[in-house]
């Protein structure tokens, strides 16, 4: 079942959604200011391109005052943009019965990419 969801995730929008991440994360590691900033794109886009069968969940001692401070740069710089589009797509998911589970993975990709930080794939 993990990998339909993938492959029907991959047809509507989601290998869309992860090159996305991957481009604007190649951008942002132009400058060293913004490495940090692209590598959590670089993470929200793996995560895109396969969520079902994974999860994003805190890391070990995590949240830490670091990664609480760069995700507050982050949602000033208005990354929260990403979590607006993720709402959108996930609430068009879940108009029908079939597009629940994706629209759940929407959501969870919204929380994610407003708190990305301290984060990693499992």
């Known amino acids: 079942m993990r990998f339909l969801g993938n492959i029907i995730w991959l047809i509507f929008g989601g290998l869309i959604i992860a090159v996305i991440y991957y481009i604007v994360g190649l951008l942002m590691c132009i400058t060293i200011i913004g490495i940090p900033f692209g590598v959590q794109l670089f993470k929200l886009g793996t995560y895109a391109l396969w ?13 830490g005052c670091l990664s609480t401070l760069m995700n507050l740069v982050w949602i000033l710089l208005g990354w929260w943009e990403i979590a607006a589009i993720h709402l959108a797509c996930g609430l068009l998911f879940c108009i029908t019965i079939v597009g629940i589970p994706w629209g759940l993975r929407h959501f969870r990709m919204a929380l994610a990419s407003v708190f990305p930080f301290g984060k990693e794939i499992r």
């Open 51 to 63: 969520p079902f069968g994974h999860d994003l969940v805190n890391g070990p001692g995590e949240p």
